[in-house]
């Protein structure tokens, strides 16, 4: 796991936990990488330093898994707060933007389990992000 160290074009500064530098690579040539300030895709990759364990050092903490876990709901929740809500039309309004028949933006809205599957196996990227606990009431 590496923390790197990321700007979008609207020069907000932020961290990601990602898997490996390839991982990296991937996600944000698929689109899958966004700012959790404002939601932009233009992300930039900061100069960091390496950790370099010595003799004096002891080792870094684990990250807690559910911290992550929560860092990453809550920046989804953000970049959502900057989406169009297109609710139940969710679906077809993605499909027409990936096919380019509407203008693209960031959107986000409700689907069921069989049209999140037919959105991925049509290459169009979608991310479930569970409801708030205040939705759940």
């Known amino acids: ?3 790197l ?15 490996s530098n ?36 002891s080792a870094p903490a684990k990250p807690d898994p559910q911290a992550i876990a929560a860092r990453l709901v809550e920046a989804l929740r953000a970049a ?16 027409r933007i990936h096919y380019g028949k509407a203008e693209e933006r960031p959107i986000r809205g409700k689907a069921n389990h069989d049209d999140m599957i037919e959105l991925i196996e049509e290459g ?5 992000v569970p409801p708030d606990k205040d939705d759940l009431h």
């Open 80 to 95: 959502a707060s900057k989406s169009e809500d297109v609710g139940e039309r969710f679906a077809d309004e993605a499909r």
């Open 5 to 19: 160290d990321l700007s979008c074009d609207q020069e907000h500064r932020f961290e990601a936990w990602f898997a």
């Open 22 to 57: 390839d991982t990296f690579d991937a996600q944000l040539k698929a689109g899958l990488v966004s700012c959790p300030h404002c939601g932009s895709g233009q992300i930039n990759r900061l100069p960091s330093a390496p950790y370099v364990q010595t003799s004096s050092h």
């Open 124 to 128: 169009i990227p979608v991310l479930p």
């Open 1 to 3: 796991m590496i923390v």
